[in-house]
């Protein structure tokens, strides 16, 4: 399974961005798809993700600014991000736990990380 983030860049606080991710390959069935960040000298962490069935989890500094969306048809997830803050610069990763066939043991796929900086 490959993952293609794109959608990242430059923008000021109080701006927004809207990143997206496809997946592709061989794929039997995706169970949830979402995104995460890690900025430099953190550790990678949770911004939000979604099941198949539509249930949504967020990190705590991001509820009620970002919202994450998937389109199950494209094996796609969005993630739009409003009020940003330089705080939520980092390095922001699609992630998706897939299996490939259907006796395949589900697994965690990574993209390949694009880059969020908020200029204050």
């Known amino acids: 399974v490959q993952l293609q983030a794109s959608g990242g860049g430059l923008v000021q606080a109080g701006g927004s961005l809207r990143l997206s991710c496809a997946a592709s390959?061989?794929?039997?069935?995706?169970?949830?798809m979402g995104w995460y960040r890690q900025a430099p000298g953190k550790q990678r962490e949770l911004v939000a993700k979604?099941?198949?069935?539509?249930?949504?989890n967020y990190g705590d500094s991001v509820k009620g600014r970002f919202t994450i969306s998937r389109d199950n048809d494209k094996n796609a997830v969005f993630l739009q991000m409003e009020s940003l803050q330089p705080e939520d610069t980092a390095v922001y990763y699609c992630?998706?736990?897939?299996?490939?066939?259907?006796?395949?043991?589900?697994?965690?796929?990574w993209g390949q990380g694009t880059e969020v900086t908020v200029s204050s």
């Open positions: 390959g061989r794929i039997f069935r995706i169970n949830a």
């Open positions: 979604v099941t198949t069935g539509e249930n949504t």
């Open positions: 992630n998706c736990n897939a299996k490939t066939t259907r006796f395949a043991a589900d697994r965690d796929y």
